[in-house]
């Protein structure tokens, strides 16, 4: 079973290269944040010609919304609040072996890394709080997936040093991503297979002129597993090479295979 997140920045603006990915990778199931785009507008057409029949959206018009996609079947959803304020920005579906896949997209907080000066920054700090008294609840087999918008690990960026005051690696971000990953028995699967000090980036700014060149990238994207599921985990592949595609997101897909 492969399982993929890609935070796409409009669906229906990068179908092709959705297209693409689903062609190449075979995921059996895509997690899709950002999609940009209310239910009723969804492409599910192209999705379903490829073999995607199973779908799970959460949608937004212009802003937020996420989405799950499947070749293989699952049951019920859930579209928790963790923003309290109605935006599209999780959706979560239960497999046929049991195991819960939640797919999230957190708040990117803003440019000031202040509650008060940045109201935006105290929202994602909430979110991340509210999803940890979640977290401390769960007792089914749960693969957490999606753009959590924060790189924890000093190698999860291009540069630990310039980048401590910019939101997305501040130390405040990530003691509050480090109590999320506590509140239960989630594994990293990203650096349980690349453990650190391993370059494993998966956004990179769309101001840079050449990404490659400057390589001034961030690990945003992750999968995180309980440690019953993590145990079956087999693999876990970033594709890097799609951020050179036509009409690039500045996120790329990222995958895990698992022994079921």
């Not at 239960?94 to 109201?119: F, I, K, M, S, T």
């Not at 239960?184 to 690349?194: I, Q, T």
């Not at 650190?196 to 840079?208: D, N």
Request: net charge negative; proline share 6%.
């Amino acid at each position: 079973m492969k399982i993929a997140s890609w935070n796409i920045n409009s669906v229906r603006f990068r179908i092709d290269i959705v297209e693409r990915f689903l062609r190449e990778a075979e995921p059996d199931i895509l997690c899709l944040q950002e999609t940009k785009v209310i239910d009723a507008d969804f492409p599910a057409a192209a999705f379903r010609a490829l073999g995607y029949s199973h779908l799970s959206v959460h949608g937004q018009r212009m802003h937020h919304g996420v989405a799950v996609i499947a070749r293989v079947p699952f049951s019920e959803h859930d579209r928790l609040d963790w923003q309290a304020n109605r935006e599209a920005r999780h959706v979560g579906v239960r497999l046929a072996n049991g195991v819960r896949v939640e797919n999230v997209y957190v708040p990117a907080g803003g440019d000031v890394p202040d509650r008060e000066a940045n109201p935006k920054f105290g929202q994602k700090l909430d979110f991340v709080e509210r999803m940890t008294r979640w977290s401390e609840q769960l007792a089914c087999p749960t693969l957490l997936v999606g753009d959590f918008n924060i790189a924890p690990h000093p190698s999860d960026v291009w540069s630990h040093k310039q980048l401590l005051g910019t939101v997305s690696h501040t130390p405040i971000e990530v003691e509050a991503l480090n109590r999320l990953q506590a509140s239960n028995s989630w594994v990293d699967l990203g650096r349980h297979f690349y453990p650190p000090p391993a370059r494993l980036h998966t956004w990179w700014s769309y101001r840079a002129k050449d990404w490659a060149a400057s390589d001034r990238g961030r690990r945003l994207d992750h999968q995180w597993a309980t440690a019953d599921v993590a145990a079956s985990a087999v693999s876990h592949r970033v594709f890097e090479e799609a951020r050179d595609w036509l009409k690039p997101s500045d996120h790329v897909p990222i995958m895990t295979e698992f022994d079921w």
